[in-house]
């Protein structure tokens, strides 16, 4: 017999023994078509998503967060903003006008906690007034690590009756320097009252999403951006994350909410195989899978990944049809600056996204994607084939 969704098939033995090969094919085309069915429509297997192996010690990497530099990305953070300036670039506004600029009224702060669905605040304490460093600002650089932390140890001179070690994150407005983010383990790190300093910023810009941008890397994350003589695509991340671009960017993509553990585990997939039909909410939605990954190497521990996510509304005027289904790619064997994010655009990267009735298909991915509809809810239908 044959049990077929509970209901038994008779054979008999002179069947059997007249057709054994065409018994045999019979059984195996059930058992694929069972295969299949289970495949296509049974919700898909909670797998968690395992850390990116860096094949090697890499600065910035996507992959976990380097404990010996960064601290966890949840709870109440606090931060501390100082106001610097040289003789030869004096700065004229009142510093009060300054934080409400470089701190958008808020929108700053703002940015983090709906990022993070809550799960981190930000307080700032300014020390008002500008202070004077010792030199012109030409004899100062951040462009080694060497010179950033000269930098921070006159600047925390500035400051004797404060205790910046009580700080999570120190933040100083100052012009000429750009914005720059230091980050070093205690051997490379800022000498302080005998004890060392690992993360800083120093910023130029009066942009909240500047500042967003800094203080993410304070937290661990890369720039998406392109530098360093880096062969391949220039800045192949596009607008899609404040890390490659402070200007267009709304927020950050679903792996660097992943990464801060921001995105609770019911809201993204792990998927290594298989055909899978699935509904993928915007990631700002309060419920709903709203990230899918699937590896490119080792399912247990790969090095490389692609996610799938709902593209978040661009700022200014491309915002237009900016929202749609996005493919990147997150690499962790590369480091800051050299590409380990690439989005995966539909025409270019200012129109990345996917719509309703588009198919993704590239040699580098694992999978394939139809975008089958796009819901009342601004939820999409996918289908997902992985290789």
């Known amino acids: 017999m044959i049990l077929i969704k509970n209901t038994f098939i008779p054979l008999s033995e002179k069947t059997l023994n ?18 299949v069915f289970i495949t296509i429509f049974c919700p898909v297997e909670a797998m968690q998503i395992p850390d990116l192996d860096t094949k090697g010690d890499v600065y910035k ?17 606090k931060c501390i903003m100082l106001y610097a300036d040289f003789s030869d670039a004096v700065m004229k506004v009142d510093t009060k006008e300054r934080a409400n600029g ?15 669905f809550g799960k981190m605040t930000l307080d700032v304490e300014h020390v008002h007034g500008w202070r004077r460093l010792s030199k012109p600002a030409s004899k100062y650089s951040s462009r080694t690590t060497e010179s950033h932390r000269e930098l921070f ?16 994150y ?51 994350l ?9 062969e391949g695509p220039k800045n192949p991340a596009g607008p899609w994350d404040i890390m490659s671009s402070a200007g267009k960017a709304s927020g950050f993509l679903g792996w660097h909410r992943h990464k801060f553990e ?15 039909r699935l509904e993928i909410t915007p990631l700002n939605a309060p419920s709903g899978v709203s990230m899918i990954v699937i590896p490119v190497d080792d399912p247990v521990k790969p090095s490389k990944v692609f996610v799938i996510e709902i593209s978040q509304p661009l700022r200014g005027k491309d915002s237009q049809n900016s929202v749609g289904v996005l493919v990147y790619s997150v690499d962790a064997k590369l480091a800051t600056g050299r590409n380990p994010v690439v989005v995966y655009p539909k025409l270019d990267l200012l129109k990345a996204p996917f719509h309703a009735g588009d ?26 084939k992985v290789d």
Do not use: C
Not at 21 to 35: A, E, G, P
Not at 222 to 230: A, I, Q
Not at 262 to 276: E, F, P, Q, T, V
């Open 18 to 35: 007249r057709f054994p090969i065409f018994y045999s094919r019979l059984v195996f085309t059930l058992v694929m078509i069972s295969q």
């Open 61 to 77: 990497t996507e992959g976990a967060n380097d404990s010996l530099i960064y601290d966890s990305t949840i709870g109440n953070k």
């Open 102 to 116: 470089v701190l958008g009224n808020g929108l700053f702060q703002k940015l983090f906690h709906e990022q993070s």
């Open 153 to 168: 140890v006159e600047i925390f001179d500035l400051y004797p009756k404060i205790d910046f070690l009580a700080y999570d």
């Open 170 to 220: 120190i933040m100083v407005n100052m012009p000429r320097i750009g914005n720059t983010a230091f980050g070093e383990r205690d051997e490379l790190a800022i000498p302080y009252k005998g004890k060392k300093i690992n993360v800083a910023l120093n910023i130029s810009s009066v942009s909240p999403y500047v500042l967003a941008h800094e203080t993410a890397h304070l937290m661990g």
């Open 222 to 230: 890369p720039d998406l951006y392109t530098y360093g003589g880096v």
């Open 262 to 276: 921001w995105l609770d585990a019911n809201r993204k997939k792990y998927i290594s195989s298989g055909i899978h």
């Open 359 to 384: 198919h993704f298909n590239h040699i580098d991915a694992p999978m394939g994607i139809k975008v089958l509809k796009k819901n009342e809810d601004e939820s999409f239908l996918i289908e997902v």
